[in-house]
């Protein structure tokens, strides 16, 4: 079997083996898609992305779970980016680059905050759909009772990119509890069958931080669990200018993820209203971990 090297970078964490894993393949315009998808099983990360040459923009990205290819991913965006960057493919002198996605093509900024480089991407407009299915098998689904949900905040599919089930849970104790039955997802979430699901609260363990979440996978995947999400945490922040605040312009804050597998790390939100346009974008940094020697069907 053939062998390529793919990076393992760890996303929204400066220290290894913290924060969210990708695995980053670069040049890699000679692979199809059937070896894409055989290298990120091999992989076994949330999601593994390939970085190719676009005609469109300066980059084009694609990512692939274990299970299938999806449109958009922010930690991998992240950790890809972070890499191109801080090996000096992305020059010193360039603060902005663009990605061509499966959503269309984004803008990817650099700044450095306390000498750490951050990146930030703007992601899709926000789309919600209200879940209208049953809670309490939604609660069921992920270890919890249907008390444990929070009645106040509407529970509703939301994409900047990718669909994921936004649940606000009541109390940060719930969060310790859960165990998610990813195999229950698709019956219980009749509108979107594929989507992952999210829940978050208001809650936190660290002050500087707003909301505090966990992301169980879509069992289509071939993954249980998210560390730290990018796409799902910037459509937090959509959640909160539309559902909780509307007079707001503008919102910023922190998401802290991954306390409870282990991996802690944080997701910088920003969003922007202009009438009825929402601009989402997220920030965090990143770190190398090591170089990986993978097997892939050819």
């Not at 444990?148 to 936004?166: A, K, N, Q």
């Not at 966990?214 to 945490?233: C, K, L, M, V």
Request: glycine share 8%; charged share 20%.
């Amino acid at each position: 079997m053939p062998t390529i090297q793919v990076l393992h970078y760890d996303a929204f964490s400066s220290e290894p083996n913290m924060g969210n894993p990708a695995g980053v393949v670069l040049d890699a315009d000679h692979l199809s898609e059937k070896e894409m998808q055989s290298i990120a099983r091999s992989v076994g990360f949330n999601e593994t992305v390939f970085v190719l040459k676009s005609s469109h923009a300066d980059y084009r990205l694609r990512y692939f779970t274990p299970g299938h290819e999806i449109n958009l991913c922010g930690h991998a965006t992240m950790a890809s980016m972070y890499c191109l960057k801080t090996r000096g493919v992305i020059g010193a002198s360039q603060s902005a680059v663009t990605i061509e996605t499966n959503v269309g093509i984004l803008p990817i900024t650099f700044n450095y905050i306390n000498n750490e480089l951050m990146v930030m991407m703007k992601q899709d407009h926000p789309q919600f759909v209200p879940f209208q299915g049953s809670v309490k098998k939604l609660a069921q689904s992920i270890g919890l009772t249907e008390e444990e949900i929070d009645p106040t905040m509407p529970i509703v599919y939301g994409s900047t990119g990718t669909w994921t089930l936004l649940v606000p849970i009541r109390n940060l104790e719930s969060f310790s509890r859960m165990e998610s039955n990813n195999d229950m997802f698709p019956e219980i979430l009749v509108e979107n069958p594929r989507s992952s699901v999210h829940p978050f609260g208001l809650e936190t363990i660290k002050q500087e931080a707003l909301m505090h979440a966990r992301h169980f996978s879509s069992p289509y995947s071939g993954t249980i669990e998210d560390a730290i999400t990018g796409t799902a945490s910037g459509v937090m922040g959509a959640y909160y200018l539309t559902y909780l605040d509307q007079e707001a312009t503008n919102i910023e804050f922190i998401v802290e993820q991954g306390t409870e597998v282990h991996k802690d790390g944080q997701v910088l939100v920003n969003v922007n209203r202009e009438q009825d346009r929402m601009d989402v974008y997220i920030s965090g940094t990143g770190v190398y971990v090591v170089e990986l020697d993978v097997e892939y069907n050819s």
